[in-house]
């Protein structure tokens, strides 16, 4: 739809203007402002907002705002004088409030206090955005393989957690016993004997036995000439 003329300056909305929810489906919505900055944009309001100007300095706009989010006075404003909640505010109402107006030094350490809280929030707000990214980058390169997980400092943590005057029960080996990748590299540290002292190999033979003896279609022990091997159930002897 086209307009046959430019509305008159006075619907168009300027710097610090507030604007109000005079109607909405959603009741909670009605009454709820914000102040705008259009700046050099030509923007008017709608018919379901009335817009609100200040002419003079005895009031600090954010005060404003927040005074109409607080709930008691947004209960006494939507309500007329038999208690019963309105669906709409209309300027005449507005202009019947009884507004609180504390000293402009408060208002002022208010606004200053808002200011602040919101730049803090704006921080954890960036700050939750730029980890929600780091996730996914992360996701997606470990999804393409394109991370290397160091396995053998992984598996090293894990033999050495291992106390071998320990019961079972005591020694949690359910991580390696789930992961193959560190199943067959265990088999080829013991195969190559890959270990810094015969405590971390006769830990990690403990490991291994466990398994088998725990996962018996995992890890299968085969024989050969001389030689007692441990093997992935899946692998060709």
Known sequence: MNLSKQPSDDYFLKNEDLVF??????????????IVYPNDEKVTFSGFSIRYRATGD????IYLVHLFREPNFKKAMLQNGRGANISNISQQLLEALKI???????????ASRVGQFESILDKIERSASLTQLLLKSLSSQVLNERITI????EL????????LDK?????NIDSLKGDVTYIQRLIDRLEDQEFEDMEQ???????????????VNLVKQIFKKNKVQLTLQNETA
Not at 21 to 34: A, I
Request: hydrophobic share 35%.
């Open 21 to 34: 929810v005079r109607s909405n489906g959603n009741k909670e919505l009605v009454g709820r402002c914000m």
């Open 58 to 61: 005895e009031i600090n706009l």
């Open 100 to 110: 609180p107006i504390p000293p402009i030094e408060l208002q002022q350490e208010f």
């Open 150 to 153: 160091d396995v053998d400092a």
């Open 156 to 163: 090293e943590a894990l033999i050495n957690a291992i106390d």
């Open 167 to 171: 019961k079972d029960e005591e020694n």
């Open 201 to 215: 190999y006769d830990k990690a033979k403990y490991i291994l036995f466990r398994i088998k003896k725990e996962e």
